[in-house]
């Protein structure tokens, strides 16, 4: 029976000193699996245009970024009733500046990744991950937050 998933991305942002107007940390895309059919694993790229996770981040060119995601185990049927595990894997994100030339770079989003704004102020993390629904999971939405904390240097 297909299921419906919806992964909500929040965002968090610590300074480590006050920069009114040179910093920006939003979530810009949802990570989404879409229609899950019970028992059947899904997975969604990084790279994947329409469904990964996507964060927006902005500092001052040169400066660099600790950022941290903090990622369910699992996700919960919204009003109730179920739970669906959800994990990731190290390459299941990256980051990406805006810069010509710029390439991604992956990195294990349950670590730390450690980001120097080169060429731009700009810079985007994308998400992917995989969810293992049980044969007996009861269809409908299911969501849970990832937040994301930056500290800039």
Known sequence: MP????FLLF???LLARPLAGQTQVSG???LSFGIVIAGVPATVAP???VKSGQFYLRYVTGG?????????ATLNRVGGGGT???SFRNGDAFVLGTAPGSVPSSFNPGGLLNYRFTG?????IYLGGRVTPAAATASGNYTAPVVLTA???
């Open 3 to 6: 299921r419906c998933v919806t």
């Open 11 to 13: 965002t968090a942002c």
């Open 28 to 30: 810009v895309r949802d």
């Open 47 to 49: 790279g994947d245009p």
């Open 64 to 72: 660099r970024a600790r950022v941290r995601l903090t990622l369910p």
């Open 84 to 86: 669906m595990p959800i």
């Open 120 to 124: 731009s102020a700009d810079a985007n």
């Open 151 to 153: 500290t800039f240097f």
